[in-house]
């Protein structure tokens, strides 16, 4: 049973992170209390080392979720290394620690549960959706969608350890691409009952196993809907979590608060999410269209107000000071900068004041300010009408004539605006990939960064990691042979 408090409250608030919360939402059949907590882990305050006792009925086995597996791991890579803090949370330096970690390990279809982890992706538990507000790539984890652990023990699993292993290892084989670079991590808490939920020893293990880079790259992990479970989880993580990543959690109570940070539109929300919290637009700030306005307005919006103009002002300014500064900088449209930088200049655009990025200094922020302009764009570069026949090319892709087919369709279905800003953008990403030596930035690189800037559907269905997939193989084919696409 849900009850609501009508009365505005906060939740709590640990280690100076404030809930935005205007409700509290108690969990499902809480059969947790805060005192025990350590004894499930075999934790205590002076021992470090997790003892993980799973309270399922089947102990979950084999690499990476053995128990003997896990305590080697803690102890081989270091995890309790660096300073405590006065609050018990780890000081440690991840940005220090980029090399000499054991690689993450994708499966691939030779795994032996490689036909689980394609069921997997049938429940819509984890999922890719495109670039937030601030170019980076959000991922989001939706609780109610965990199955009843009783349907899981009658379906091909068998068990509900084999199921959050093959869970765990889709994750992985899913997303280790996207987690290369900058991302963000949207976490749905609510649907979560005593039936699906994990157990606490099963969660500390997967977060002890994942490489690194799933830590470091970790730009912000929003918690949506947070209750009672989470506050009594916090205090149980905090001595094996470090400062940095706790300072990137933001608790959020309603959808709507959502909308300052991602695009809400690209975003598959669960619909027992949606019937809880109703999307309204009331809240929302909508920001005032101006003559100057650059971004979430449209491209021909944009170009009536640039006469003479072919190229939007922002493409140009960023394109010529990556061409100028950026083109041998490691990780070019990976990285991601503050939050706060980026929203001031587009401030500056949209407010029709002069940018000079020579006075930020920063490549990356340039990056950044042309990825989100073109996600901002109200329809994608691609167009919307387009989206269908993109998804229809899955087929000739790997045909000899594809660069006939894509040719026909840029050149005779896009309209010329549009078509002149491609071809301009796919040019200077051309350029990019030739220095892929210096900056790692190949043409399947850039494709993964930019394919989900330059088309999504209209219908936020549709905006599934399938045809990602398929939108990035569309845009890699436009970088590595625009000379045969573009220049006829």
């Known amino acids: 049973r849900t009850t609501i408090d009508d009365a505005p409250q906060l939740e709590y608030d640990e280690h100076h992170i404030d809930l935005i919360a205007d409700q509290e939402v108690d969990d499902f059949e ?6 025990d907590l350590g004894q499930r882990l075999g934790f205590d305050d002076h021992q470090h080392d997790l003892d993980f006792d799973d309270d399922d009925d089947e102990n979950i086995s084999g690499d990476p979720f053995d128990n003997e597996t896990a305590s080697n791991s803690n102890k081989n890579r270091g995890l309790i290394k660096g300073n405590i803090t006065s609050d018990g949370i780890i000081d440690d330096d991840f940005e220090s620690e980029l090399g ?41 984890f939706s609780a109610c969608r965990l199955p009843n652990q009783d349907v899981i023990r009658n379906s091909q699993f068998k068990t ?8 765990f290892k889709y994750f992985l084989r899913a997303f280790d691409q996207y987690v290369d670079m900058d991302y963000v991590l949207i976490y749905f808490h609510y649907g979560l009952r005593s039936y699906n939920r994990p157990s606490y020893g099963w969660l500390m293990q997967c977060y002890l196993k994942i490489d690194r880079k799933y830590k470091k790259n970790l730009k912000a992990l929003y918690l949506v809907h947070p209750t009672t479970w989470i506050k009594f989880f916090w ?11 706790s300072r990137k959690v933001t608790y959020i109570n309603r959808l709507s608060q959502l909308e300052e940070y991602v695009h809400l ?22 920001n005032r269209t101006h003559p100057t306005t650059k971004f979430h307005v449209s ?3 944009i170009l ?21 500064f950026g083109l041998n900088e490691p990780g070019i449209f990976r990285r991601s900068t503050l939050v706060s930088l980026t929203k001031q200049v587009q401030t500056k655009y949209n ?27 109200s329809e994608p570069l691609m167009t919307y009408r387009l989206y269908p026949e993109l998804l229809g090319l899955s087929g000739t892709l790997k045909r000899p004539d594809q660069v006939d087919i894509i040719r026909d369709l840029i050149i005779e279905k896009l309209p010329t605006q549009n078509y002149n800003v491609l071809k301009y953008l796919i040019e200077f990403l051309n350029l990019v990939s030739n220095y892929s030596n210096t900056n790692l930035m190949t043409t399947s690189n850039l494709a993964i960064v930019f394919g989900p800037n330059l088309a999504w559907a209209e219908d936020v269905q549709m905006n599934s990691l399938a045809n990602y997939s398929l939108i990035n193989t569309f845009t890699e084919i436009l970088i590595a042979r625009y000379t045969e696409l573009f220049l006829k």
């Open 100 to 140: 000499g970690h054991e690689p993450t390990y994708v499966h691939d279809t030779e795994d032996a549960d490689y036909q689980l982890m394609t069921k997997i992706s049938e429940y819509g538990i984890i999922e890719c959706c495109g670039d937030d507000k601030f170019g980076r790539k959000t991922i989001v």
């Open 304 to 324: 009536e107000n640039e006469p003479g103009e072919v190229i939007p002002l922002v493409v140009r300014q960023t394109i010529d000071f990556i061409k100028n």
């Open 235 to 245: 205090p149980v993580i905090r001595p094996f979590i470090s400062v940095k990543f």
């Open 351 to 377: 407010e029709g004041q002069p940018v000079v990025f020579e006075q930020y200094g920063d490549v990356h922020l340039a990056a950044c300010i042309l990825k989100t302009f073109l996600r901002d764009l």
């Open 30 to 35: 809480l059969d947790y209390d805060n005192a």
């Open 160 to 167: 509900v350890a084999k199921f959050r292993e093959c869970l």
């Open 265 to 286: 539109d690209n975003i598959r929300i669960p619909a027992e999410v949606k019937s809880f919290d109703p999307l309204s637009p009331l809240g929302i700030s909508k």
């Open 299 to 301: 491209l021909k919006f």
